[in-house]
């Protein structure tokens, strides 16, 4: 079944007021277009997770679409913090941000146990310190074969999931390579899948290199084709990270007189993701671009 | 020793040639950003060739061309060995325990080597609300030596952690073993003054100073009374060649120096 279509109507069918999402990646594939398009939709009272949610994610918040927040580290890699988030959760805020929060490993094993239809995920961990003490859904249960105690965590289904790849066809045979994430698992986990492709091919093209799929297209419900949608965050093969927005984002999202100005500007200004790369400093692009680095061939040949 | 720029080592310099001295050729790595990516790195460079680095975003066996500026760099991807999901990474090396050496740093440390990278203050009406655990809490538990890296200063060295997130050698009166965990806990804090070791009660100890340093300041900059061992060592200096190595090599940007 074709299910390309735009960002726009991508984001219309599948994200609702009310919904859990994950827009996911580990630094590499973040689909900032999908979170600007939620922005300019109005989306509200969404509870947005993700072991790293970090510029967009705060994006989100800032621009009050998020209700909640559930996460395992929040902050601007190597740089700097969250600030709406850090405004919307320290003492004196008024409209409180809820959080509910993890270590990496639990939430991975929250997204895990829900892949793999399973109400939940046992891991070696939680001794002693206070996460566990401040999270009443980290629990634990008796090993029933060597009567060890060990941590537990609850299946989470998102309602949808976000998922920017490399490459992937018309029916949602989405490829990846490079850092993968938690992507799988919060693609399998979920009710919805939008996949986001850099490159839409032919599913010959897929087919060559079924290896390299992470995510077949029977989970999928959208495909959208966009081309450095994940920019400032990186895609492996096509463009670099722009670690310099990174680093100037510090002092925009300080303020929130200057954070309003660059929402207004770069997401609700424009009409799409077009828009907003033409916004961007001329040779910018240019500059991110990836140099080559193919691999050898695999040959799947019997 | 100097005091020319060139031949004197700053704090960072010298925290990261200390830690680089705790890896041995072979270790496997659990690399963080910053000090411990550059320890690792300048390790590599000299007395650990065949320092196995692995990175919380799924790189394993990477040798990055470039200083990564995040943990999720592509430099690390780029002639790494084997790239892996994070399941991958927290459940078959971390989890299985495959990792000798963990790096952690936070904005608190307690005597028993507890750290917060959580909040400042009231957990549910912080004052700070600080970036939180990522993998660290699931690397102090697992990894079988745990470095900490951190600068020293009483808001930093405290008492008591306003929030435990990730656990050192003991938590509430009862230790690591009574609490059954699997890896090995804390065996230094790499100090801008000097280096901490732990006694066999889980307690820091002073054990080595900078050239330079004494004691004296050390305690003054710690928020808690600092034992101190009956001899303190002098640790080593980082020479030319490793100043060298740090700044023009390393980290040419000054990202982390």
């Given at each position: 079944?074709?299910?390309?279509?735009?960002?726009?109507?991508a984001?219309?069918?599948?994200?609702?007021?009310?919904?859990?999402?994950?827009?996911?990646?580990f630094t590499?594939?973040?689909?900032?277009?999908?979170?600007?398009?939620?922005?300019?939709?109005?989306r509200?009272?969404?509870?947005?997770?993700?072991?790293t949610?970090?510029?967009?994610?705060?994006?989100?918040?800032?621009?009050?679409?998020?209700?909640?927040?559930?996460?395992?580290?929040?902050?601007?890699?190597?740089?700097?913090?969250?600030?709406?988030?850090?405004?919307?959760?320290?003492?004196?805020?008024?409209?409180?941000?809820?959080?509910?929060?993890?270590?990496?490993?639990?939430?991975?094993?929250?997204?895990?146990?829900?892949?793999?239809?399973?109400?939940?995920?046992?891991?070696?961990?939680?001794?002693?310190?206070?996460?566990?003490?401040?999270?009443?859904?980290?629990?634990?249960?008796?090993?029933?074969?060597?009567?060890?105690?060990?941590?537990?965590?609850?299946?989470?289904?998102?309602?949808?999931?976000?998922?920017?790849?490399?490459?992937?066809d018309?029916?949602?045979?989405?490829?990846?390579w490079?850092?993968?994430?938690?992507?799988?698992?919060?693609?399998?986990?979920?009710?919805?899948?939008?996949?986001?492709?850099?490159?839409?091919?032919?599913?010959?093209?897929?087919?060559?290199?079924?290896?390299?799929?992470?995510?077949?297209?029977?989970?999928?419900?959208?495909?959208?084709?966009?081309?450095?949608?994940?920019?400032?965050?990186?895609?492996?093969?096509?463009?670099?990270?722009?670690?310099?927005?990174?680093?100037?984002?510090?002092?925009?999202?300080?303020?929130?007189?200057?954070?309003?100005?660059?929402?207004?500007?770069?997401?609700?200004?424009?009409?799409?993701?077009?828009?907003?790369?033409?916004?961007?400093?001329?040779?910018?692009?240019?500059?991110?671009?990836?140099?080559?680095?193919?691999?050898a061939?695999?040959?799947?040949?019997? | 020793?100097?005091?020319?720029?060139?031949?004197t080592?700053?704090?960072?310099e010298?925290?990261?040639?200390?830690?680089?001295?705790?890896?041995?050729?072979?270790?496997?790595?659990?690399?963080?950003?910053g000090?411990?990516?550059?320890?690792?790195?300048?390790?590599?460079?000299?007395h650990?060739?065949?320092?196995?680095?692995?990175?919380?975003?799924?790189?394993?066996?990477?040798?990055?061309?470039?200083?990564?500026?995040?943990?999720?760099?592509?430099?690390?991807?780029?002639?790494s060995?084997?790239?892996?999901?994070?399941?991958?990474?927290?459940?078959?090396?971390?989890?299985?325990?495959?990792?000798?050496?963990?790096?952690?740093?936070?904005?608190?440390?307690?005597?028993?080597?507890n750290?917060?990278?959580?909040?400042?203050?009231?957990?549910?009406?912080?004052?700070?609300?600080?970036?939180?655990?990522?993998?660290?809490?699931?690397?102090?538990?697992?990894?079988?030596?745990?470095?900490?890296?951190?600068?020293?200063?009483?808001?930093t060295?405290?008492?008591?952690?306003?929030?435990?997130?990730?656990?050192?050698?003991?938590?509430?009166?009862?230790?690591?073993?009574?609490?059954?965990?699997?890896?090995?806990?804390?065996?230094?804090i790499?100090?801008?003054?000097?280096?901490?070791?732990?006694?066999?009660?889980?307690?820091?100890?002073?054990?080595?100073?900078?050239?330079?340093?004494?004691?004296?300041?050390?305690?003054?900059?710690?928020?808690?009374?600092?034992?101190?061992?009956?001899?303190?060592?002098?640790?080593?200096?980082?020479?030319?060649?490793?100043?060298?190595?740090?700044?023009?090599?390393?980290?040419?940007?000054?990202?982390?120096?």
């Amino acid at each position: 079944m074709d299910k390309l279509c735009s960002m726009k109507e991508a984001i219309a069918a599948s994200v609702h007021d009310g919904d859990s999402i994950v827009i996911d990646g580990f630094t590499h594939l973040i689909c900032f277009a999908a979170g600007h398009e939620i922005i300019r939709q109005g989306r509200r009272n969404l509870t947005a997770i993700r072991l790293t949610p970090d510029l967009v994610y705060d994006q989100l918040i800032e621009a009050g679409c998020v209700k909640r927040l559930v996460f395992s580290w929040a902050g601007n890699p190597g740089v700097g913090s969250l600030h709406a988030l850090r405004r919307r959760s320290e003492a004196g805020c008024a409209e409180r941000l809820e959080l509910e929060e993890y270590s990496h490993f639990g939430l991975l094993s929250r997204l895990q146990a829900a892949a793999a239809g399973l109400p939940f995920w046992p891991l070696d961990n939680y001794f002693g310190g206070d996460i566990a003490r401040v999270n009443t859904n980290i629990r634990t249960v008796r090993c029933p074969y060597t009567g060890r105690e060990l941590a537990t965590v609850p299946a989470l289904n998102p309602d949808v999931t976000v998922l920017h790849c490399q490459r992937a066809d018309r029916e949602g045979n989405a490829q990846v390579w490079g850092l993968l994430g938690s992507q799988k698992e919060a693609a399998f986990a979920a009710k919805r899948v939008v996949v986001v492709a850099e490159e839409i091919v032919p599913t010959e093209v897929i087919r060559a290199d079924p290896n390299r799929t992470v995510v077949p297209g029977i989970i999928v419900s959208h495909v959208v084709h966009e081309p450095w949608g994940c920019h400032p965050s990186f895609v492996q093969g096509f463009h670099d990270r722009d670690n310099d927005f990174y680093v100037k984002w510090e002092d925009i999202s300080r303020q929130p007189k200057t954070y309003q100005d660059y929402l207004e500007a770069f997401v609700h200004g424009v009409k799409d993701r077009r828009g907003y790369l033409e916004r961007l400093e001329a040779g910018l692009l240019d500059k991110l671009r990836a140099k080559p680095r193919p691999c050898a061939g695999v040959d799947y040949g019997y | 020793m100097g005091t020319d720029a060139a031949t004197t080592a700053s704090a960072s310099e010298r925290m990261a040639f200390r830690a680089a001295r705790e890896l041995h050729d072979g270790d496997v790595v659990f690399v963080g950003i910053g000090l411990p990516n550059l320890a690792c790195n300048l390790a590599r460079a000299t007395h650990a060739p065949g320092l196995f680095m692995i990175y919380e975003s799924g790189a394993v066996g990477a040798i990055p061309e470039r200083l990564p500026v995040s943990i999720g760099d592509p430099s690390l991807v780029t002639d790494s060995l084997a790239v892996v999901g994070q399941a991958d990474i927290f459940q078959c090396l971390l989890q299985r325990g495959h990792i000798e050496v963990g790096f952690l740093g936070g904005a608190q440390v307690d005597r028993w080597g507890n750290l917060n990278t959580t909040v400042i203050g009231d957990y549910a009406n912080p004052k700070v609300r600080l970036p939180g655990s990522g993998g660290a809490c699931e690397i102090a538990v697992h990894a079988r030596r745990l470095l900490i890296i951190m600068r020293m200063s009483p808001r930093t060295f405290v008492e008591r952690c306003d929030f435990v997130t990730s656990p050192g050698h003991r938590m509430n009166g009862r230790s690591r073993k009574e609490l059954g965990m699997p890896g090995g806990g804390p065996t230094r804090i790499i100090t801008d003054l000097g280096v901490l070791s732990f006694d066999e009660t889980g307690e820091a100890v002073l054990t080595e100073v900078y050239a330079g340093v004494t004691p004296e300041q050390v305690k003054a900059a710690c928020g808690w009374p600092l034992k101190v061992a009956p001899e303190v060592k002098t640790g080593a200096s980082p020479d030319a060649a490793v100043l060298h190595l740090l700044r023009e090599k390393l980290d040419p940007k000054r990202l982390y120096l």
